[in-house]
C-alpha cells in the first residue's frame, strides 16, 4: 500500500492539485451500497455520490448484471455509420421524460464536452439561419459549466479559470449571481441586470447558458424557478437560445426529475451528464429541439462532431439500467425524506458562529462557513469520523446516493454540524 501511495503522490495528478504538493489521497479497495473501504479496513458513509453521480450507490447488482450481459455482446463500436440497441433505448428512455420540445440527441463523453457541444449547436444554429454575428454568450455570475475552453469561458469568472487564461478564453457576457433565494418570496428586481444585458446585446448573443435552479460546483446556490422562467422569457422575446445545464441537477437531485420542472420551463439545448449512467461510466448528452436541429441542418448542414467514444454501449446499457431503477423506484417519497431528515439533521449548524447560511434542497444540503475551509483537515476530520465528505472554498455539503439509510444520513449530518461548529480544530 504504501507503494501505491509513494507512484500516486509522485507521478498522479488529482482534480484541482499540485504535482509538488498534492492533497492527501486515501486508498479506496470497494465500494458498495454508500460504503468506501478505505485500503485499511475502514468504512466510509458516502456523502459525496462521487461527485453527484452514484444515485444507486455502489456495486448495484443490477447495475453490475446490466453491464455483465452488454459486454458479453460488445464493449464498443464507432457510432460513424453504425447504430445499436443500447443507445437506441436509451434516446427512447430520455425523450420520455425530459421536456418534450427536445427531440434530438448527441451523446458524447462527459459533462464539459456536452456543453462544448451546446454551445456549438447554437453557434452553427445562428449561422445555419443567417445570422452569423450572434456568437456570444450570456449567463450569470457563480455558475460551473466544466474544465473545457467554451465551459470554462461561461463558469464564475471569480472563483472559475478565468485569471489563468485571460486573452484565451472568449469574452463572454455576465449578469449578477441571481439573488432571489429559492425559499423566499421572488423578488422581481433580481432579474434586472440580465433582462438589460439581454436587451443591450441581443444581436450578438447566440444562447444563454445556464444552471437551473441550483447552482453547482459554483457556490452551491439555489435561486427562486421565477427567475428561471424570466430567463426563458426574455430568450423568447430577444431571439436567444436557452441552454441548461442539467448536468449535476438532472436525474431528481433537486426533488424535480429536472431542475428545470420546478419552473415548468423547456430549453431549447439541454445538457445531462453525472448522474446519467448512475455513476458508472463516463456518458453525457446534449438535446436539441426540432427548431435547433433542422435550423442546423437546413440547406444541406451537418453538425460538426464526433468523438471516438460517442455513444458507447456499455456507457448506455448502465445509463438504461440506472433510470429503470430510478424510475420503478418512488424516486420523488425518496428525495422528500432525505429533504426532510437533512433539514431536520443540519438545523443545529445554524446558530454556530462560524456558519454564514444554511440550506437544503432536495437530496442537497449545505452549510456556508464565513470563512475558507481547510481541506486536507477537515477531509481528515471526516474520515476518522466515519464519513467521506469533501468541501471546497466555504462550502461543505451532502449530496448522498438516494438510496442511503436515516441511520447513515444522520450521522453523515453529525459529522456536518461538528465541523461546522469547529470540531476539527
Ligand atoms: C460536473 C459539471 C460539468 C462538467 O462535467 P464533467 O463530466 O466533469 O466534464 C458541467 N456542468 C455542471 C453543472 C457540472 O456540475
Not at 20 to 32: I, Q
Not at 168 to 182: M, Y
Not at 283 to 311: D, K, N, R, Y
Request: glycine share 10%.
Amino acid at each position: 500500500m504504501s507503494d501505491l501511495l509513494a507512484f500516486d503522490r509522485a507521478h498522479l495528478w488529482h482534480p484541482y492539485t499540485s504535482a509538488l504538493k498534492p492533497l492527501r489521497a486515501y486508498p479506496v479497495t470497494g465500494a458498495s451500497g454508500v460504503r468506501l473501504r478505505l485500503a485499511d479496513g475502514r468504512q466510509l458513509i458516502d456523502g459525496m455520490s462521487s461527485w453527484w453521480c452514484a444515485i444507486h450507490g455502489y456495486n448495484h447488482p443490477l447495475l453490475n448484471a446490466a453491464l455483465r450481459q452488454q459486454l458479453d455482446s460488445m464493449a464498443h463500436v464507432m457510432f460513424g455509420g453504425i447504430t445499436h440497441e443500447p443507445v437506441v433505448t436509451l434516446g427512447k428512455r430520455l425523450l420520455e421524460i425530459v421536456p418534450r420540445p427536445l427531440q434530438h440527441l448527441f451523446f458524447c463523453d462527459s459533462g464539459s464536452v456536452s456543453v462544448e457541444v451546446a454551445i456549438k449547436m447554437a453557434l452553427q444554429y445562428w449561422q445555419a439561419v443567417g445570422r452569423p454575428q450572434k456568437k456570444r454568450l450570456l449567463t450569470v455570475r457563480g455558475g460551473y459549466h466544466g474544465d473545457t475552453f467554451a465551459a470554462m469561458s461561461v463558469c464564475d469568472p471569480v472563483t472559475g479559470m478565468h485569471h489563468l487564461f485571460r486573452g484565451v478564453l472568449p469574452e463572454q457576457l455576465f449578469a449578477e449571481r441571481p439573488s432571489c433565494r429559492f425559499d423566499a418570496p421572488f423578488d422581481p428586481t433580481s432579474l434586472e441586470d440580465f433582462r438589460r444585458l439581454i436587451a443591450e446585446h441581443e444581436g450578438e448573443i447566440a444562447a444563454v447558458i445556464l444552471e437551473p435552479v441550483v447552482q453547482g460546483a459554483g457556490g452551491m446556490w439555489f435561486y427562486h424557478p421565477d427567475y428561471l422562467r424570466g430567463v426563458r422569457e426574455l430568450c423568447h422575446r430577444h431571439q436567444v437560445l436557452l441552454i441548461l445545464d442539467e448536468i449535476a441537477t438532472g436525474f431528481g437531485r433537486t426533488g424535480k426529475l429536472f431542475a428545470c420542472d420546478w419552473a415548468g420551463i423547456a430549453p431549447d439545448i439541454l445538457c445531462l451528464g453525472k448522474a446519467l449512467t448512475g455513476g458508472y461510466l463516463t456518458l453525457a448528452a446534449t438535446l436539441a429541439t426540432s427548431q435547433v436541429a433542422e435550423g442546423i441542418s437546413a440547406s444541406g448542414g451537418v453538425f460538426m462532431h464526433g468523438p471516438t467514444f460517442m455513444a458507447n454501449p456499455l456507457a448506455c446499457a448502465a445509463a438504461n439500467a440506472s433510470l429503470d431503477l430510478l424510475l420503478a423506484g418512488d424516486w420523488q417519497a425518496r428525495i422528500r425524506h432525505i429533504e426532510e431528515c437533512l433539514k431536520a439533521g443540519l438545523e443545529p449548524a445554524r446558530s454556530l458562529a462560524g456558519v454564514a447560511d444554511l440550506r437544503v434542497l432536495g437530496a442537497i444540503g449545505v452549510i456556508e462557513m464565513r470563512e475558507a475551509v481547510d481541506v486536507e483537515r477537515l477531509q481528515a476530520f471526516f474520515v476518522e469520523r466515519g464519513v467521506w465528505i469533501r468541501p471546497f472554498g466555504r462550502l461543505v455539503y451532502l449530496m448522498p446516493p438516494y438510496i442511503i439509510g436515516d441511520e447513515d444520513l444522520g450521522r453523515l449530518c453529525e459529522a456536518m454540524v461538528a465541523a461546522a461548529g469547529g470540531g476539527h480544530e
